[in-house]
């Protein structure tokens, strides 16, 4: 990922805890206004701390925090 800036940021205040999802286009991908989450990349950050990326990482984080994602 690099030095990219993500598509889209997604933030969540849950039970104190401050949750980013945020969403890089796949390397090759263009026009990233068309391309749906599913075929981005999400990275997930928690209070400032890394703490997962790719989808399944998500939709683990996501459920256990009640946060409805894409499909």
């Known amino acids: 990922m690099g030095i990219e800036k993500p598509h889209r940021i997604d933030p969540f205040l849950v039970n104190g ?10 390397s090759g991908a263009r026009g990233t206004d068309s391309v749906p989450d599913r075929k981005m990349a999400p990275v997930i950050v ?4 890394l703490v997962g990326w790719g ?7 996501a459920g256990a925090n ?3 994602v894409s499909r």
């Open 17 to 26: 805890q401050y949750i980013e999802a945020m969403y890089f286009a796949r």
């Open 55 to 61: 989808w399944n990482q998500w939709d683990s984080i």
């Open 46 to 49: 928690i209070d400032g701390a």
């Open 66 to 68: 009640r946060i409805e």
